[in-house]
């Protein structure tokens, strides 16, 4: 059976690459007849890792094409995600899977509600990849994907292709708790990464802004996730040292003029916070801030 992927980005470059090159069979869906143009002139997708480079010419096409689609690996932003789907929901059968890359939460269960005859899974991934041209990708962190569905449900029978391809993954049960709590870490650094224009380790010297964030992000996954909220605080300052010379992925977003995920982020946080009446101060005028500083430099604010 075949791989599709939509969103031929950073990260969906990285996993078309990787099963390809373990002699899987993967497809991309691009955008237009343009980007299709683009693509075959571009020779195929280009992953760069440190001095490696290859290359790998995928087979492509559009959207339109008539083609059953049975696995499609989603790798676009989490604001394109319904768009994206909506374009080959035609092309998905009953029982098709659908594999979710998207940060944050609230694309997840959009894309569920227009595809209710299909398994859809979340993914929360901490490797790293950025373009660096069109089709032309940096695969420039390490890290490990966790998947699984809500409800849960056992591994699919194609779950071992991701080892043989060397995509760290494992399989879990508690796949929204994870998606928590990358939200809640997300929520505690990257907003005033952007605000106080630092990198990571720049958050030291306001320790007690991200201290209040943590405490109130806490109060939020008591509702949501409980198990994420397991000492967050500690984590956060683990990252933030783990990480203390990069800047944010949100304040990078906002220095190149890119769209952010916000309203996947820290907006999906408020609205969670008030459907369940709680009252998150420090949250609230944090998403207000970040808003109005988007807002200011023309950036979409949702
Ligand atoms: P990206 O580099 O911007 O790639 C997104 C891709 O989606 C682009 O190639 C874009 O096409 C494509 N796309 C959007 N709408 C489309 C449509 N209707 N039809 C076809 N293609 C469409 O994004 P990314 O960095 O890979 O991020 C994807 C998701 O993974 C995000 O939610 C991100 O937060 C998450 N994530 C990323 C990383 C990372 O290191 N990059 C790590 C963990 C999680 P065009 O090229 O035509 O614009």
């Known amino acids: 059976m075949s791989w599709h992927l939509l969103g031929a980005g950073s990260l969906g470059s990285l996993w078309a690459a990787r099963l390809s090159?373990?002699?899987?069979?993967?497809?991309?869906?691009?955008?237009?007849?343009?980007?299709?143009?683009?693509?075959?002139?571009?020779?195929?997708?280009?992953?760069r890792q440190g001095e490696q480079v290859q290359r790998h010419a995928l087979p492509a096409g559009l959207a339109s094409d008539p083609l059953p689609i049975r696995r499609l690996l989603l790798a676009c932003k989490a604001y394109d995600a319904t768009s994206a789907i909506a374009r080959v929901a035609t092309r998905l059968q009953p029982g098709s899977q659908v594999i979710l890359l998207q940060n944050g939460l609230g694309s997840q269960q959009a894309v569920a509600e227009?595809?209710?005859?299909?398994?859809?899974?979340?993914?929360?991934?901490?490797?790293?990849?950025?373009?660096?041209?069109?089709?032309?990708?940096?695969?420039?962190?390490?890290?490990?994907?966790?998947?699984?569905?809500?409800?849960?449900?056992?591994?699919?029978?194609?779950?071992?292709?991701?080892?043989?391809?060397?995509?760290p993954a494992s399989w879990v049960d508690d796949i929204d708790a994870r998606l928590w709590r990358k939200l809640a870490l997300n929520c505690a650094i990257n907003p005033l990464t952007v605000l106080h224009d630092c990198r990571n380790v720049g958050l030291r010297a306001h320790a007690a802004e991200v201290q209040m964030l943590c405490d109130e992000l806490c109060r939020?996954?008591?509702?949501?996730?409980?198990?994420?909220?397991?000492?967050?605080?500690?984590?956060?300052?683990?990252?933030?040292?783990?990480?203390?010379?990069?800047?944010?992925?949100?304040?990078?977003?906002?220095?190149?003029?890119?769209?952010?995920?916000?309203?996947?982020?820290l907006s999906h946080a408020c609205r969670s916070a008030e459907q369940h009446g709680l009252t998150l101060p420090a949250l609230n005028q944090l998403q207000q801030r970040l808003q109005h500083y988007l807002q200011q430099r023309g950036l979409p604010c949702r």
Do not use: K
């Open 21 to 47: 090159a373990a002699g899987h069979s993967v497809e991309l869906i691009l955008r237009n007849e343009q980007r299709l143009t683009d693509y075959l002139r571009a020779g195929g997708l280009q992953v």
């Open 114 to 167: 227009l595809l209710p005859e299909c398994q859809c899974i979340c993914a929360s991934s901490t490797e790293g990849a950025y373009r660096e041209n069109d089709f032309q990708v940096v695969f420039a962190g390490q890290g490990h994907t966790w998947l699984g569905t809500s409800p849960t449900s056992p591994a699919p029978d194609w779950f071992g292709e991701l080892a043989s391809a060397g995509i």
């Open 220 to 265: 939020l996954l008591a509702c949501c996730a409980p198990e994420a909220a397991l000492g967050l605080h500690e984590t956060v300052w683990q990252v933030i040292d783990a990480t203390a010379t990069n800047y944010s992925s949100m304040y990078q977003d906002v220095q190149q003029g890119r769209r952010t995920e916000i309203d996947y982020l």
